[in-house]
């Protein structure tokens, strides 16, 4: 039994996600989400659903939760909403110290971030840019998930998100400067990270990459073997 661990379980990609995953054979999803509001929502997409404020959490407290995992998927944050404080208390702090816990915990094979396209550029943004702090979080996380986790990954920088159906194909190696008026569908990104964690060829060829992604026209599975 593969067990991945969605942090951000409640978000509309971890939604997406977790429900993908648990059609697949031998695969158990935990859902990590904040309110016990949400449990009976997350429980629907199939995961089993637990409750943790990864905001507060401690590297202690997910070890607990990564025990017995094998790949850990980050989508959780605070989306650039409320106080820069909360912003990078979620975005920057907590991720890294999840990377910190996955590296005490033996056995998992891969930690997946959720980024975005044109993280890499963030320190080049304006101070007055409305994701200005956003950027600069999900940066330094990404940063330190490259140089300095020691961990196995792989980072997921998806262009715009947008709810449109799932085309099931991608345009995979975008650049920030082609991603004007495009998107990339959350339902994509879902079946792109499941193809990433259940097809042993993605897997091994996604290792230490960002896979940079717009809708497009190559089926995803078929982009993820190509990197």
């Known amino acids: 039994m593969t067990v991945t ?12 996600i977790a429900k993908e995953l648990s059609k697949k054979e031998d695969n158990e999803v935990v859902s990590i989400f904040r309110n016990p509001d949400q449990t009976a929502e997350v429980a629907a997409t199939g995961a089993i659903p637990k409750i943790m404020n990864i905001e507060s959490a401690t590297v ?28 990078y208390a979620i975005d920057r702090d907590a991720a890294i110290r999840s990377m910190q816990a996955a590296r005490q915990v033996i056995g998992i094979k891969r930690y997946v971030m959720i980024s975005y396209l044109g993280s890499a550029n963030a320190p ?27 961990l196995n990954y792989t980072i997921v920088n998806p262009g715009h998100l947008s709810d449109d159906a799932a085309s099931k194909k991608l345009e995979f190696h975008a650049k920030p400067f082609n991603a004007k008026d495009r998107t990339a569908s959350r339902e994509n990104v879902a079946l792109l990270v499941t193809d990433l964690i259940t097809d042993e060829k993605a897997l091994n060829h996604t290792l230490g990459k960002e896979v940079e992604i717009l809708d497009g026209d190559t089926p995803i599975l078929e982009g993820l073997r190509s990197l």
């Open 60 to 87: 202690a407290d997910f070890v607990e939760v990564f025990k017995g995992a094998d790949f850990i998927v980050w989508t959780a944050g605070a989306g650039g909403k409320g106080a820069p404080s909360r912003t």
């Open 124 to 150: 080049q943004l304006d101070p007055t840019h409305p994701l200005y702090h956003y950027g600069q979080a999900k940066h330094a996380a990404d940063k330190y998930l490259i140089e300095f986790s020691g």
């Open 5 to 16: 661990v969605i942090l951000g379980g409640h978000g509309r990609v971890g939604l997406l």
